[in-house]
C-alpha cells in the first residue's frame, strides 16, 4: 500500500489478512507472513473495515468503497 488506510483490517482463522486503502485498492494477504496473496483496485477509496460472512458453506467477504458495496466469494 503507498497511502494509509482509513479502513481497517480483517483477519480469519485461516491467516487471511484483508485491507484496503485510499488508493481503492482491496488487498489480500497471508496474516502470517505479510505477502501479497491478491489485489483488486475497486475504484474508490476504501471505507470501511471488511467484514465476512458464510451463506450454505461459502465464506464472503465485504467492503464498502466509495458508495459501493462489494462482495467476494472465497474459494475452498
Known amino acids: ?3 494509509v488506510s482509513d479502513g481497517g ?3 480469519t ?3 487471511l ?3 484496503g486503502g485510499r ?3 482491496f488487498h489480500a494477504l497471508d496474516a502470517r507472513t505479510g505477502a501479497l ?3 483488486a483496485s475497486l ?3 476504501i471505507v470501511m473495515a471488511p467484514i465476512t ?3 450454505d458453506g461459502k465464506q464472503y467477504v465485504s467492503v464498502i468503497s466509495g458508495h459501493t458495496l462489494v462482495t467476494f466469494g472465497l474459494r475452498d
Open 1 to 3: 500500500m503507498s497511502d
Open 9 to 11: 483490517m480483517l483477519t
Open 13 to 15: 482463522e485461516s491467516n
Open 17 to 19: 489478512l484483508f485491507t
Open 23 to 25: 488508493e481503492g485498492y
Open 37 to 39: 496473496l491478491w489485489k
Open 43 to 45: 475504484g474508490a477509496q
Open 53 to 55: 460472512f458464510m451463506v
